[in-house]
């Protein structure tokens, strides 16, 4: 039984990178989970609903980050990020950096008490910075591990350290268990593995530079992942669909597809997943307001997917989501801050205009933002739009034996395939490991 002895490495804590964990550690492999950020879940974590079945997105990731966390054969490491690997023989010897979270895990307790005598309030990321949050804080409520952290960036006290000034430090005082330590410091540190799967996801892309859109200029303009985190009931508006200019619920939106995708200036792919959850943001709006009336601005309807144009169709049918085959050029403000997007009619060839109150773009998937870094670390080669190139006949194995990927690093892919290639690449890391001594 050699082979259960063996490890793996997983280079993210995403829907891909967590399935994959699961799959090998109940194959009795050892599992290094490796996520940059305090708390795995990854894009997932994020999402109100899922598509097509509109399922509560956290209620089906987090029995998975509970079974994650518990599991005999997996260890988590969190805020962490690989330096260097070699290739040893058989062995990958990779170099982890650690990034200090000046909290002690095995202490805190996620009561909560440092997070509201903390006097500092800074833009929450996993909120697309819509709120705020504090200088100590937990990356969202049912973060895996559940403890906190503390930005070094923005804390009062880390900040004046090294200048032996003892400012603030309220949170220290209160914890109950003593798990506040300002002197933790950033550790390098080695282990050695047999297989390493990457699983680092994918970006949004930011739709700033095309100026069209009217994105940060027009407060009532927002990306599909803005809408995801308004529209969630742990979100900034807690549910409630809110126009930023005023706060008032919109009785109109616009969904524009293709922003930043099958563009030869931006990114000449398709995402494949826009059509289908702008379709679900269409859907969940008309559930929270009976009374709201969704546009679907589209060049070509792609609801590639296991019912995804069943999906579609009860959009239309059900819920008289409108979809208009326009490509939108352009998009103003009125006196009350609603669009007014120009648009040309694909049918027609006329030019149209249409005022709604509030706009949300489907931007593309890009990779994500240190990929570059990873995929130089590990030496692997790139499609030519940069996420990671597989093998045709086995389309999770990579150019270097051992490594493989899975996942939206791959390209854009929604969370039913995400997972079941999360499962092929932990097979076929397990084959590997089979043969790796035969």
């Known amino acids: 039984m050699e082979e259960h002895t063996k490890r793996v490495m997983i280079i993210g804590g995403g ?45 089906i990731l987090a029995p998975k980050l509970s079974d994650c966390f518990r599991h005999p054969q997996i260890k988590i490491h969190s805020l962490t990020q690989i330096e260097a690997v070699k290739k040893i023989g058989k062995k990958f010897d990779v ?3 650690r990034q200090a979270r000046f909290v002690d895990e095995s202490a805190c307790i996620n009561c909560g008490q440092c997070v509201a005598k903390c006097p500092v309030k800074v833009d929450d990321q996993f909120d697309m910075e819509m709120r705020k949050r504090k200088a100590i804080y937990l990356y969202y409520l049912q973060g895996i591990p559940a403890v906190m952290a503390i930005d070094k960036e923005y804390c009062l006290r880390l900040k004046n350290l090294d200048k032996n000034k003892e400012v603030c430090g309220l949170c220290q005082k209160v914890c109950p268990k003593d798990a506040i330590d300002f002197m ?15 699983a680092i996801g994918s970006n949004q892309y930011d739709p700033s530079p095309l100026h069209l859109y009217g994105y940060k200029r027009y407060k009532n303009v927002i990306t599909g992942l803005e ?48 059509c289908t959850y702008s379709t679900k943001h269409a859907i969940l709006s008309k559930e929270h307001d009976p009374e709201l009336q969704s546009y679907i601005f589209y060049i070509d309807l792609r609801a590639g997917g296991k019912n995804f144009q069943k999906y579609v169709d009860r959009a239309k049918n059900e819920y008289n989501v409108k979809y208009i085959r326009g490509k ?5 403000i009125d006196e009350n801050d609603n669009p007014i997007l120009y648009y040309e009619d694909l049918n027609t ?16 998937m890009i990779p994500t933002k240190n990929s570059d870094k990873i995929t130089s670390i590990l030496d692997l080669e790139l499609d030519e739009f940069n996420f990671i190139k597989t093998n045709l006949e086995t389309p999770v194995s990579t150019n270097i034996s051992g490594i493989f990927a899975c996942g939206t690093c791959l390209g854009p892919m929604d969370i039913p395939h995400s997972v079941v290639n999360a499962s092929g690449a932990a097979a076929k890391a397990a084959e590997y490991l089979y043969k790796l001594n035969r």
């Open 15 to 59: 829907i891909a990178g967590i399935q994959a964990s699961l799959d090998l550690g109940d194959m009795d492999y050892q599992v290094d989970l490796i996520e940059q950020k305090p708390c795995i879940g990854g894009r997932m974590a994020q999402l109100d609903k899922t598509l097509p079945t509109n399922d509560c997105s956290i209620c």
């Open 95 to 97: 170099t982890l950096k």
């Open 184 to 198: 933790q410091t950033d550790e390098l540190y080695h282990l050695e593995t047999d297989a390493i799967i990457v």
């Open 227 to 274: 809408y995801e985190r308004m529209i969630s009931a742990s979100g900034p508006t807690s549910g409630h669909i809110r126009r930023l200019s005023d706060n008032k619920p919109p009785k109109t939106i616009a969904f524009i597809q293709c922003v930043g995708s099958r563009d030869i200036r931006t990114n000449s792919y398709c995402s494949s997943i826009c």
């Open 328 to 332: 939108v050029a352009e998009i103003k």
């Open 349 to 364: 060839f006329e030019i149209k205009t249409k005022k709604v109150e509030l706009v949300i773009l489907a931007s593309a």
